[in-house]
């Protein structure tokens, strides 16, 4: 807050010097580094889904995108217009604090274990519900956990089968979670015995399974 303060008095006060012209390179510069910074961090960060990095190539962004403000503040003051310059500092230091508190917000989801996507649970239920030997899901539920995503899902399987036909099935599930979604670190597969629902298909069952746990 205190750039965003202290710019504005000098508004008020008014005057001000207009920067040297060398200073137009060194914005053009900043501008073009920063966003080619930006670009590659950010598709490193989604490839690993790390917050880390998204975090570091939006810190890229912000830079890029305050140095286009000081562009224009140099440009406004060289041509006469002082002012702009001391406005432009202002638009970055408002600029700099928004993308920060967008950040912070992002960090403390995954602080606070946060759940995932509806469309990513959506996506885990269709894949599931293929698997050879699932007759009908219980419930999903998934968390984020810094790169990677747990999942915990409880399957209904027929009631007679063996130990070993169950262990079969458990780690099919498993493994199609694993190849079909992306950033997946921890499933944990529960069993039971099929229920038949009356009235009710098994989907219908899953998603007011889902409303109700949620």
Known sequence: PFPFFFFFIKVLEGGGEAP??????????SITINELMYRYQSCVGRELNSPALKANAWDNRS????SVG???????????FPILDQLAAMFVAMLVAKIGME?????MKGLMDSSIELDE??????HTQ????????SYIRGRSLGEQVWIDVEIEV?????????EVITNRVKAVIHRDVEHVGEVM?????EEKSKGMSSGMQFWKNFVLSN
């Open 121 to 126: 649970l959506k996506e885990i239920y269709k």
């Open 189 to 193: 597969v529960y069993l039971k015995g």
């Open 20 to 29: 040297a012209s060398i200073a137009v390179l060194g914005a053009i510069f």
């Open 103 to 107: 950040l912070m917000a992002e960090a």
């Open 63 to 66: 830079d890029a995108l305050s």
């Open 130 to 137: 293929e698997v050879k030997g699932v007759k009908a899901i």
């Open 158 to 166: 027929n009631g007679n089968i063996t130990v070993e036909e169950s």
């Open 70 to 80: 000081v562009l224009f503040g140099i440009v406004g003051a060289i041509v006469g």
